[in-house]
Nanobody
Framework: VQLVESGGGFVQPGGSLRLSCAAS????????ISWYRQAPGKERELVAT????????NYANSVKGRFTISRDNAKNTVYLQMNSLKPEDTAVYYC?????????????WGQGTQVTVSS
């Protein structure tokens, strides 16, 4: 099982980045996918979630209206479009795949990609 994030980098406030998470080794289309982030000295927080079929979405209040999560199940890839970036968006961003079954839950994590927003 692999989740590989890409697309992070350095951007000025107000700029945009598009993160990608490429999955392999499991049935991607049956998993909800989330983006989390962790800033230095802070706990990891949920940023956005998209349901397995891509019909339901959930966003942290801090990113609503600025970030958009999407997925392409044919490519086993999830995206996070981040616009109007702020310095407080600086963090390592992680991709998570989650599936709940009656007797078991599955959770997979990527290694993360750094996003730095600074002037």
């Amino acid at each position: 099982v692999q989740l590989v994030e890409s697309g992070g980098g350095f951007v000025q406030p107000g700029g945009s980045l598009r993160l990608s998470c490429a999955a392999s080794g499991f049935t991607f289309s049956t998993y909800d996918i989330s983006w989390y982030r962790q800033a230095p000295g802070k706990e990891r927080e949920l940023v956005a979630t998209i349901s397995s079929a891509g019909r339901r979405f959930n966003y942290a209040n801090s990113v609503k209206g600025r970030f958009t999560i999407s997925r392409d199940n044919a490519k086993n890839t999830v995206y996070l479009q981040m616009n109007s970036l702020k310095p407080e968006d600086t963090a390592v961003y992680y991709c998570n795949a989650h599936r709940s079954l009656p007797a078991v839950e599955y959770d997979y994590w990527g290694q993360g990609t750094q996003v730095t927003v600074s002037s």
